[in-house]
């Protein structure tokens, strides 16, 4: 998705983009797994994850994980 097309996703018109860290983490939160888990795998700490969860939320206007991977799936958001 171009950073064009994510800023025409409702939400986001005035918002900015996620990064590709920020793609990574939202991806990782479509699995069954811990921040923890999610932070051993990516070499980082826990709270560098909770940070950066954190600001997917408040860039997707979203509040829970499920909410997070729901707005991903529907509007095919990916790591890459």
Known sequence: MTIM???AVPNQRDAEPLTRRERVILSNLDEDVTLEEIATK???TRNTVKSQVRSVYKKLGVSTRADA???AREYGLRAS
């Open 69 to 71: 991977v729901a707005f």
């Open 5 to 7: 097309e994510l800023r």
């Open 42 to 44: 990516l070499f980082v």
